[in-house]
């Protein structure tokens, strides 16, 4: 007689709809196509998704990391998943029911409905944050119920003959809770529709402000938006928000989601030392971070502030200005330029060789928490600057780095 097969059960992808706010990142990010979306939901196609989770860590909301365990047959289908207001409850399996991992499309376990195994981590940074961290609040505007916010503040912080122009944007909350910490973002919804008669997805952008505000003791806090005028191949194109943000005058409103952001938070114990990479506008979480440090720089509570930043220019550094009015003594600034004229073309991985002796000494610190920010091709060569000068000393790169990972010190926020 035959043994009855076993059915078999699909640890099926699912986007909380009541927490995703629409910002096309898992869309844009997912390698296979898995993912997709129509005027109400995101949704990711069982029949594609293979659970290779390059998704889940740039999701800004956490929506993305939802998993249900099904019986491959009854898989919740796009179609099903585009009417949802809220994501199904777990359905208890049948008993012969068997796991299977998608990645190797293999039987590996019998399963109860239990729970779903720990899935491996695709970032090369932290997936915690520091242990001091204060406590995050998180989506507490979604699409839905969005918050209005009202523009005082609007100024280039680029030379004006260059071709960046990046703003800095102060919104304001009025009376209304928004609470926010440094390395957290908002999300934006632009007003309108797209090519389809859609309404324009969320952008996020990362905080340039302080928790206690862009001015101490306001309800407000800033951006630093480049107005996107080609994307990453050069090609011609007007970036919907980008260009919406930069053209807003003082009063204007703004719809405003958020906060987000649960990770790439600032260590909150006396003398933590912060080494910060960025790259253009990913110099917003490490002036928040900065700016938290100079208002407390007569508490002598601070660490080390270690910052590597790197721009076409110093024209095109975004607050270049005040950042080289900081005093010497509180944080030590070493500035990347890969255009400048007469000079050698200097990425932030180069400087972070250069200072090798420095980066090591902070290194070897556990109060030293690292955030990278800004270029995506920026990470490898980050990463690689840091194993080099790891191992020059002599010590193993993959133990450390694994550390840096557990302890919530190393972190990562690049597009
Ligand atoms: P480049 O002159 O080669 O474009 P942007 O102005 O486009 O936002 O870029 C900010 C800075 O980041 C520029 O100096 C740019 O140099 C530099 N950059 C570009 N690619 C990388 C990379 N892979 N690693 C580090 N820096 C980079």
Redesign the pocket.
């Known amino acids: 007689m035959n043994a009855a097969l076993p059915m078999e059960v699909l640890k099926q992808h699912l986007i909380d709809p009541e927490i995703c706010i629409r910002c096309n990142t898992c869309e844009e990010t997912c390698p296979i196509d898995a993912i997709t979306h129509d005027s109400n939901n995101y949704v990711v196609d069982p029949d594609i998704c293979n659970g290779c989770m390059a998704c889940v860590p740039p999701c800004p909301t956490g929506s993305i990391d939802n998993w249900r365990l099904v019986v491959r047959s009854d898989a919740y289908s796009v179609q099903d998943q585009l009417s949802w207001d809220e994501l199904p409850r777990e359905q208890p399996l049948p008993a012969a029911a068997a796991i299977v991992d998608e990645a190797a499309n293999a039987v590996v376990e019998p399963v109860s409905s239990a729970g779903v195994a720990a899935m491996p981590s695709a970032t090369p940074g932290a997936s915690v944050p520091p242990w001091s961290a204060a406590h995050p609040y998180v989506n507490l505007y979604t699409h839905k119920t969005p918050v209005t916010a009202t523009v005082v503040g609007n100024y280039r912080v680029t030379g004006a003959d260059t071709d ?1 122009d990046i703003h800095h944007i102060v919104l304001d909350f009025g009376e209304l809770p928004f609470p926010v910490l440094e390395g957290q973002s908002i999300g934006i919804l632009p007003p309108g529709t797209d090519a389809q008669g859609r309404p324009h997805h969320a952008r996020q952008y990362s905080l340039a402000s302080p928790r206690d505000g862009e001015r101490a003791g306001y309800n407000n806090l800033s951006l630093t938006v ?1 107005r996107v005028t080609e994307d990453h191949q050069g090609q011609s194109v007007n970036g919907v928000c980008s260009n919406y943000l930069c053209d807003l005058a003082k009063n204007d409103t703004v719809q405003v989601i958020g906060p987000f952001g649960h990770t790439f938070l600032m260590p909150n114990h006396p003398r933590a030392n912060l080494i910060m990479i960025c ?3 990913g110099s917003a979480p490490m002036r928040a971070m900065t700016e938290r440090y100079r208002r407390r720089i007569e508490t002598g509570e601070n660490g080390r502030l270690m910052l590597f930043f ?3 220019t110093e024209r ?1 550094l975004p607050y270049f200005g005040p950042l080289m009015k900081l005093p010497r003594d509180f944080i030590d600034i070493n500035l ?4 400048e004229a007469g000079q050698p ?1 200097r ?3 180069d400087l972070i060789r250069e200072r090798a002796a420095a980066v090591r000494e902070l290194l070897a610190d556990r109060n030293t928490c690292i955030y990278v920010c ?2 995506k ?2 990470e ?3 990463l690689d600057a840091l194993r080099e000068v790891t191992v020059q000393a002599g010590q193993d790169w993959t133990i450390l780095h694994d550390v840096l990972r557990r302890e919530g010190r190393l972190h990562f926020e690049t597009y």
């Not at 990347?336 to 255009?339: G, K, P, Q, V």
């Open positions: 960046s480049k790259t253009g506008t790197g721009a076409r095109e990347a330029l890969s255009r073309k990425y932030v991985q800004g270029l091709g920026m490898v060569g980050v």
